[in-house]
């Protein structure tokens, strides 16, 4: 993470979250929702999402330390888990993903989990975790502020897709998961770079 790392973090997470490719899948969910509602469960999901992810940026570090998995692993695994998010987005749409839509209200999954709140999401809180020069207190802001604008951007779903349309929305979210992409190919690299001076 370059500095300043609490804004590295936030644009991390906020790749990782990707509301601009969710608001599509979001507003398919909440179709049969009533209309007054909507607004209510988007910020309770996105509450529920922020509650969980800083619940495991406090697990995070001990949670490897458990499964005696070093930082240098992580980065490489992690490196590889963003890759293949930013390859679907920039590839396929996001309203695929997760299959059939259920129907009625949802609660929690499958918006929270594993929408928000999916491996991906999971994978970058760890790392951030583990980050000697991103501290707790800047993760934790990074995830609020990322969690935030993402709550913002759902709660204006609909306008957001009367201005771009389908076809910028689609637009919006490959050019998220190009820069995505070079993330990912970073953190790779710096994975096998620690792994190269424990060696």
């Known amino acids: 993470m370059s500095s300043p790392g609490w804004l590295s973090a936030f644009i991390l997470l906020l790749l990782v979250l990707d ?30 999402a922020t509650v969980l992810l800083v619940l495991f940026l406090g697990v995070g570090e001990q949670f490897l330390k458990l499964l005696g998995l070093s930082q240098s692993s992580l980065g490489i695994a992690g490196g590889i888990i963003l890759f293949l998010i930013a390859l679907r987005m920039v590839f396929e749409s996001s ?5 059939g839509l259920p129907e009625g209200e949802p609660f929690i999954v499958p918006l929270a989990v594993p929408m928000l709140v999916g491996p991906s999401a999971l994978a970058t809180v760890i790392l951030l ?56 190919v970073e953190m790779f690299l710096r994975g096998i770079k620690e792994f190269m001076k424990t060696a």
Request: proline share 2%; hydrophobic share 55%.
């Open 95 to 99: 309203a695929n993903v997760f299959g």
């Open 129 to 184: 975790s583990t980050e000697h020069h991103v501290g707790t207190g800047t993760a934790m802001l990074a995830i609020v502020l990322a969690m935030g604008a993402t709550t913002i951007v759902l709660l204006l779903g609909e306008r957001i897709a009367r201005v771009l349309g389908e076809r910028g929305l689609q637009a919006m979210e490959r050019l998220m998961g190009l820069l995505l992409t070079a993330i990912a």
């Open 19 to 48: 509301p601009i490719g969710n608001v599509s899948t979001f507003m398919a969910l909440l179709r049969g929702v009533e209309p007054a509602r909507r607004r209510k469960i988007v910020l309770r999901e996105c509450a529920v």
